[in-house]
């Protein structure tokens, strides 16, 4: 992953991570799923990307959906 010294870790669980992060004014969430894609064989890997990046417009909207998803206070 690419700058992760700045990414704060808010869950880990088995095969991954999710991390928050702050780049040019956008706050981001980063589901990072590498270590379950490892263990795919070459043929199924096809079409998935490993670690995901969505954009929130505020930090508000970033913690409503980590919220949602259950990751707050789970690290």
Same mark, same amino acid.
């Given at each position: 992953? /690419?700058? $992760?010294e700045d990414? =704060? *870790? ?7 991570? !999710?991390?928050?992060?702050?780049? @040019?004014?956008?706050? *981001?969430?980063?589901v990072d799923?590498s +270590? =379950?894609? @490892?263990? *795919?064989? /070459?043929?199924?890997r096809?079409?998935? /990307?490993p !670690?995901?990046e *969505? =954009?929130f417009p505020? +930090? /508000? $909207?970033?913690? +409503? ?11």
């Amino acid at each position: 992953m /690419e700058n $992760s010294e700045d990414m =704060t *870790l808010i869950c880990g669980f088995e095969g991954g991570a !999710v991390y928050t992060c702050e780049r @040019d004014d956008r706050f *981001l969430l980063i589901v990072d799923e590498s +270590a =379950t894609f @490892d263990l *795919l064989d /070459e043929d199924d890997r096809e079409g998935i /990307e490993p !670690v995901k990046e *969505l =954009t929130f417009p505020d +930090a /508000e $909207s970033r913690e +409503a959906y980590i919220r949602q998803r259950g990751w707050r206070n789970t690290a």
